[in-house]
């Protein structure tokens, strides 16, 4: 079984910058991919980045440009890195762990608040 821990949400204003964290451990047949997730209140959960242990990387249109993903493999960490924020990116943020099974875990979601 996958444990996912996330760390890093919080309030910030618009136009500042915020890193989650999400570290995995547990996994037997380790990761395929791993990425954030976030879900606003009223709206459905919807993908924001994902990385492959390949490297590939996807990105929602609305973040592209701003968030930034990438992974410590020796810590099974994956990061997102969050700037420029804006209100609209206020959201429940969760880590999504495939394995090479398939897998699919997901962290217990992180709040991101951006407001003045």
């Known amino acids: 079984q996958v444990q996912l821990v996330e760390s890093g949400g919080g309030s910030v204003q618009p136009g500042g910058s915020l890193r989650l964290a999400c570290a995995a451990s547990g996994s037997i047949f380790g990761p395929a991919a791993m990425g954030w997730y976030r879900q606003a209140p009223g709206k459905q959960r919807e993908l924001v980045a994902r990385?492959?242990?390949?490297?590939?990387?996807n990105y929602a249109d609305s973040v592209r440009g701003r968030f930034t993903i990438s992974t410590d493999n020796a810590k099974n960490t994956v990061y997102l890195q969050m700037n420029s924020l804006k209100p609209e990116d206020t959201a429940v943020y969760y880590c999504?762990?495939?394995?090479?099974?398939?897998?699919?875990?997901w962290g217990q979601g992180t709040q991101v608040t951006v407001s003045s």
């Open positions: 990385i492959t242990t390949g490297g590939t990387t």
């Open positions: 999504n762990y495939v394995d090479g099974r398939g897998h699919v875990y």
